[in-house]
C-alpha cells in the first residue's frame, strides 16, 4: 500500500508562485506519478505528471509553460512548481501514483493511490 501526503498549498495573488509537495511513504512502487486538481463545482482534471523511468513528462495545456513538475526518487518526493498564477488555477490538488503505461498517465483511471489533497486559491 502507498500513502501519499501533500503540503504547500495556501493562498497566493495572481501572478506568483506556489510549489506543492508530495511526499510517499509505505510501499512506494509505482511507474509514475502525478497531479490532478478540482476547481470548485468541477471535475477532477489533469494538471501533469512524470514518469519515473526515462522521465516522460505531460502536462495540461491549460498549465504548460507555468507548471513544473519533478521527483526525487531518493526523497520519494513529487513537486509542482506552480508560477504565473491565475484566479482560475483554484482548485483542490491532489498527488497521486499509479503503475501503467504511458497512456494511462493522463488518466484519473491510471492511477492507484491518491492524497487527502491540498486547497490552492488564487485571489485577482
Known amino acids: 500500500q502507498v500513502q501519499l501526503a501533500e503540503s504547500g498549498g495556501g493562498l497566493a495573488q495572481a501572478g506568483g508562485s506556489l510549489r506543492l509537495s508530495c511526499a510517499a511513504s509505505?510501499?512506494?512502487?509505482?511507474?509514475?506519478g502525478g497531479w490532478f486538481r478540482q476547481p470548485p463545482g468541477k471535475e477532477r482534471e489533469f494538471v501533469a505528471a512524470?514518469?519515473?523511468?526515462?522521465?516522460?513528462?505531460y502536462y495540461a495545456d491549460s498549465v504548460k509553460g507555468r507548471f513544473t513538475i519533478s521527483g526525487d526518487n531518493a526523497k520519494r518526493t513529487v513537486y509542482l512548481q506552480m508560477n504565473s498564477l491565475k484566479p482560475e488555477d483554484t482548485a483542490v490538488y491532489y498527488c497521486?501514483?499509479?503503475?501503467?503505461?504511458?497512456?494511462?498517465?493522463?488518466?484519473?483511471?491510471?492511477?492507484?493511490?491518491w492524497g487527502q489533497g491540498t486547497q490552492v486559491t488564487v485571489s485577482s
Open positions: 497521486a501514483a499509479g503503475v501503467g503505461d504511458m497512456t494511462s498517465m493522463r488518466r484519473r483511471s491510471g492511477y492507484s493511490y
Open positions: 509505505g510501499r512506494t512502487f509505482s511507474s509514475y
Open positions: 512524470i514518469r519515473w523511468s526515462g522521465g516522460l513528462i
